[in-house]
């Protein structure tokens, strides 16, 4: 018995993407038995992960072809060339490359300078296999050097999707059935520095709303606060087709913190950010990447994280305790928080985001949403909130429903009345 391509994933939305761009080069090219592990880098838990995954696979399926690739591929490929459960280590250009899934390769390492790639290749995928919900890269690499991060050095520098392959793109995921596209990349506000005329990303919204009228819901990914262009800003208040949610790449709260990272926005700027786009769609719900433990970090300066979630009324946080990446400027800073104390100040944000989306979700309750319908009858609403609906409804199917929600913070709808 043969197996089609397994594609396994770990990490960002855009690596996402990118599984479903391996998935169909490698059906394209008829490969059986093979899986692909698609790995991230952005923290040692993250590379953990990936390891103890190849082992497991490896243990259920003893024939079959292992392909490592992705950002901690790219970055250490010795480190999983040495596995001997691993069968070739490819980096993050060359898995986007039809000869890649031809057969069988004696080049068991291939892995070349990713900051030599100046072009991102837009990879037509034909769908998301079968889901309502996609995600479209736009842009890839990263031009900043924040002091905790290893990802530039596994997506190369910044490179921008033309617009008009984003739309092309966008139209064959619509033709298929997807009712929302997520724009990703690496550092998506950086779009289109690159290309002739400098277009923002704020015009590109604008671009793929007006060409593909028949697309009911886009989003943004995570986004710089401080790059957010006025196109963009106007995009938020004026087009409701852009779902009202968007996800902060904060990492801090305290000034100091902020500059040790080499981030480009203070506090001050996250808050008035906020209480802009608040003030021109008050519906607007915020999510946050935020560090916890980041060197130097005092109680004191973890107490303004603490605050900012708070004061920019932030729901949906991604909470990370610090952890070090060798070759990185942080990891050599040598007042190092102690690792016990980053865990707990992790603790302490996830709690502060576990009280904050309790309280967003009450406000849900009597309310009314339109609801996307991914599967197993559930969904997700404008805001991002996570709905099930208690009767049979059909996946990729748009519902205006009636909220409510329970007392454990679930939220149930009941469909309404066209």
């Known amino acids: 018995m043969t197996a089609k391509p397994e594609?396994?994933?770990?990490?960002?939305?855009?690596?996402?993407?990118?599984?479903?761009?391996?998935?169909?080069?490698?059906?394209?090219?008829?490969?059986?038995?093979?899986?692909?592990?698609?790995?991230?880098?952005?923290?040692?838990?993250?590379?953990?992960?990936?390891?103890?995954?190849?082992?497991?696979?490896?243990?259920?399926?003893?024939?079959?072809?292992?392909?490592?690739?992705?950002?901690?591929?790219?970055?250490?490929p010795d480190t999983y060339a040495a596995m001997p459960e691993v069968s070739r280590v490819v980096g993050n250009r060359e898995k986007l490359q039809a000869e890649t899934y031809g057969g069988r390769s004696e080049e068991r390492v291939r892995v070349d300078d990713i900051m030599s790639v100046r072009e991102t290749a837009n990879h037509l995928i034909s769908g998301f296999g079968g889901r309502a919900r996609a995600f479209v890269q736009v842009q890839n690499g990263c031009d900043h050097r924040c002091t905790f991060c290893i990802i530039p050095y596994g997506r190369g520098n910044s490179r921008s999707v033309p617009a008009g392959e984003?739309?092309?793109?966008?139209?064959?995921?619509?033709?298929?059935?997807?009712?929302?596209?997520?724009?990703?990349?690496?550092?998506?506000?950086?779009?289109?520095?690159?290309?002739?005329?400098?277009?923002?990303?704020?015009?590109?919204?604008?671009?793929?709303?007006?060409?593909?009228?028949?697309?009911?819901?886009?989003?943004?990914?995570?986004?710089?606060?401080?790059?957010?262009?006025?196109?963009?800003?106007?995009?938020?208040?004026?087009?409701?087709?852009?779902?009202?949610?968007?996800?902060?790449?904060?990492?801090?709260?305290?000034?100091?913190?902020?500059?040790?990272?080499?981030?480009?926005?203070?506090?001050?700027?996250?808050?008035?950010?906020?209480?802009?786009?608040?003030?021109?769609?008050?519906?607007?719900?915020?999510?946050?990447?935020?560090?916890?433990?980041?060197?130097?970090?005092?109680?004191?300066?973890?107490?303004?994280?603490l605050r900012i979630v708070e004061e920019c009324g932030l729901t949906w946080l991604h909470v990370f305790p610090y952890s070090e990446r060798p070759g990185t400027p942080a990891a050599r800073i040598p007042n190092q928080v102690p690792k016990a104390d980053r865990k707990a100040r992790a603790k302490a944000l996830r709690d502060a985001g576990a009280?904050?989306?309790?309280?967003?979700?009450?406000?849900?309750?009597?309310?009314?949403?339109?609801?996307?319908?991914?599967q197993d009858n559930s969904g997700h609403s404008e805001g991002f909130a996570p709905v099930r609906f208690p009767g049979q409804v059909q996946d990729g199917s748009l519902i205006r429903a009636r909220l409510r929600t329970g007392r454990d913070g679930s939220v149930t709808g009941t469909a309404l009345a066209a």
Not at 187 to 201: H, K, V
């Open 166 to 305: 984003v739309v092309e793109q966008i139209r064959t995921l619509v033709e298929g059935g997807v009712k929302e596209v997520v724009l990703s990349g690496v550092d998506i506000t950086s779009y289109g520095a690159d290309l002739p005329g400098q277009p923002s990303l704020g015009l590109l919204v604008r671009r793929i709303l007006k060409l593909v009228p028949e697309l009911p819901r886009l989003r943004i990914s995570s986004i710089d606060c401080i790059e957010m262009d006025p196109d963009l800003i106007r995009a938020v208040a004026e087009e409701e087709r852009l779902m009202p949610h968007l996800h902060l790449s904060l990492q801090a709260g305290d000034d100091m913190i902020l500059k040790r990272m080499k981030r480009r926005h203070s506090r001050g700027d996250a808050i008035r950010l906020t209480d802009t786009l608040r003030a021109l769609r008050p519906d607007i719900v915020f999510g946050a990447d935020l560090i916890a433990g980041f060197p130097t970090e005092t109680d004191a300066m973890f107490d303004n994280t």
């Open 7 to 76: 594609i396994v994933t770990f990490g960002c939305r855009l690596n996402a993407f990118e599984s479903e761009a391996i998935r169909e080069l490698a059906e394209g090219a008829g490969r059986e038995n093979l899986i692909v592990v698609n790995t991230c880098a952005v923290t040692a838990e993250a590379e953990r992960q990936a390891r103890q995954t190849i082992r497991k696979l490896r243990r259920e399926r003893p024939d079959a072809e292992i392909l490592v690739t992705g950002c901690a591929a790219q970055i250490s």
């Open 355 to 374: 009280r904050a989306e309790a309280a967003y979700l009450a406000r849900l309750d009597g309310g009314e949403a339109v609801v996307l319908i991914e």
